[in-house]
């Protein structure tokens, strides 16, 4: 395996870490299915919001809402929080401080258009703590932006 798969495969494996812990911890986070991924697609763009399925890992319900169905989910889209999880194994401050992560592009597009329907989610799958950010309070906290572009051969 080359060094940028198993990379991938370990990034992988810590957001699936990260969002089995929030869903642990019984605040009404769920993993989304495909389908309930595409319900969510579906919903916002009837609402002239730009959402990218892989924009998002996990989604937050504050009320009884089946992801299964499209128009359960139309109903109540207010009750839906999306949510990016940025994880990490390794030591990091309190509050994350002193955490190195990337955003790409589509996170950024998505969150300006869902505005308060989406959010970042910090995970330490070792420690177990986590913390909910908006795009704005993420850059409020950046003590700096280093903008790079990610190209795959």
């Given at each position: ?58 989604v ?52 300006q258009?869902?505005?308060d ?37």
């Amino acid at each position: 395996m080359s060094a940028t798969a198993d990379a991938k495969t370990t990034r992988n494996t810590t957001a699936r870490r990260a969002a089995e812990i929030l869903v642990a911890k019984s605040l009404g986070y769920a993993i989304p299915t495909p389908k309930q991924k595409r319900n969510l697609v579906v919903a916002f763009a009837k609402r002239n919001m730009i959402l990218y399925g892989k924009a998002f890992d996990i989604v937050r319900l504050s009320g009884q809402v089946d992801l299964d169905y499209l128009e359960e989910v139309e109903r109540h889209l207010e009750q839906v929080t999306l949510y990016e999880i940025k994880s990490t194994a390794k030591k990091v401050g309190r509050d994350f401080e002193g955490y190195f992560f990337g955003v790409t592009a589509a996170e950024l597009l998505v969150s300006q258009s869902l505005r308060d329907r989406f959010k970042f989610v910090f995970v330490n799958t070792t420690t177990k703590a986590h913390l909910e950010l908006s795009l704005s309070q993420m850059f409020a906290r950046a003590k700096g932006i280093y903008p790079t572009w990610s190209i795959l051969f």
